[in-house]
C-alpha cells in the first residue's frame, strides 16, 4: 500500500508500511480533547478498521509536551447533566473502538497522559512511553470524576487498591512508575526510539496471522466483558456530576487558575 496522509480537523492519520500513525494535533493547548477531535477518532479508526492493509495502529500526541493532557475545559464547563453523560457515553464508545480493534493498537505516550489522555492510552492495547511521560486523571479536583472509561480500565490494569488511591488524590505517575505498575508495557529514552519500539512490536505482530491476532484481542477482552455495568454507571454518575456546584466550581477554578472551594453541593 503506498504512503498515505489524512488529515481531519483536530489530528492525521498517516499509513506506512502497513502501519496508521493517529497523532492529535492540538498542540497549543496540549492536544487537549473536544468534541470534535474526539469524533475525528471516530473517524479516523473507522479507516483503521476497514482497511485491509492496515495490519496496526499507533495513537499519540503532536510535540513533544503532551500525548493528551486531558479535556478541553472551557468546552467541558459548559455543560449540563444531560449532556455530560452524553460526552461520557460518547468518549466511552469511541475509546470502546480502541479496545475493540481487531487490529493491534499501540499509544506511544509522548508527554503528559492526563485525564482523557490517560484514559486514551488506557484504551490502546499496549502502551510504549518515554521517560518524561507522566500519568493521571485528576479529575476530582474538577469536582468530577473519569468518564471515558478511566475508572473501569485503570482497575483492570493496576487493581482497585492503588486505582482509587490514584484517582481520589488526582496524583501524576511517573513514567518509571507506571512502568512499575504494569501501565506501560515500554518505557524509552528519546521520542524516536519511543517510535521505533513501537514500529519494531506491531511488525512483529503483523508476521502472525491476523484472524488468530483479531481472537487474541476478543479473548483477552471477554475477561473484563462483566465491567460493562460499571461504563454504563461511570457515564450516569459524570453527568451526574455536572449537576453540582462543585463541578461548577472545579471548572472555573480551573479556568481561573485558582484552588478550588469545594462544597458537596
Known amino acids: 500500500m503506498a ?4 488529515n481531519f480537523n483536530n489530528l492525521s492519520l498517516e499509513i506506512d508500511e502497513g502501519i496508521a500513525t493517529v497523532t ?16 475525528d477518532l471516530r473517524k479516523a479508526f473507522q479507516k483503521v478498521y476497514y482497511t485491509s492493509e492496515i495490519k496496526g495502529a499507533i495513537v499519540t500526541g503532536e510535540g513533544t509536551k503532551a500525548f493528551v493532557a486531558g479535556a478541553d475545559i472551557a468546552e467541558l464547563a459548559q455543560l449540563d447533566e444531560v449532556e455530560a453523560k452524553r460526552y ?14 481487531p487490529k493491534p493498537v499501540i499509544a506511544a505516550v ?10 486514551l492510552a488506557l484504551a490502546c492495547h499496549m502502551r510504549v512511553a518515554v521517560e518524561s511521560a507522566k500519568f493521571g486523571l485528576p479529575e476530582v479536583k474538577l469536582g468530577t470524576l473519569p468518564g471515558f472509561g478511566g475508572t473501569q480500565r485503570l482497575t483492570q490494569s493496576i487493581g482497585k487498591a492503588k486505582t482509587l488511591e490514584l484517582i481520589m488524590t488526582g496524583d501524576m505517575l511517573s ?41 487474541v484481542i476478543k479473548s483477552v477482552n471477554s475477561v473484563y466483558s462483566s465491567y460493562e455495568a460499571g461504563y454504563l454507571k461511570e457515564a450516569s454518575y459524570f453527568g451526574q456530576s455536572a449537576g453540582t456546584e462543585d ?12 484552588n478550588p472551594n469545594f462544597k458537596g453541593e
Request: glycine share 8%.
Open 3 to 6: 504512503r498515505e496522509k489524512i
Open 24 to 39: 492529535i494535533r492540538r498542540a497549543s493547548k496540549l492536544n487537549a480533547l473536544n468534541r470534535d477531535t474526539v469524533e
Open 88 to 101: 461520557s457515553q460518547n468518549g466511552q464508545d469511541v475509546y470502546a473502538m480502541l479496545e475493540n480493534c
Open 110 to 119: 509522548n508527554g503528559y497522559a492526563l485525564g482523557g489522555g490517560c484514559e
Open 175 to 215: 513514567a518509571r512508575e507506571a512502568l512499575e505498575l504494569g501501565l506501560v508495557n515500554h518505557l524509552v529514552p528519546t521520542h524516536e526510539e519511543m517510535f521505533n519500539k513501537t514500529r519494531e512490536i506491531l511488525k512483529k505482530i503483523a508476521s502472525s496471522g491476523p484472524l488468530a491476532i483479531a481472537m
Open 247 to 258: 463541578f461548577h466550581e472545579g471548572m472555573r477554578a480551573f479556568l481561573e487558575k485558582r
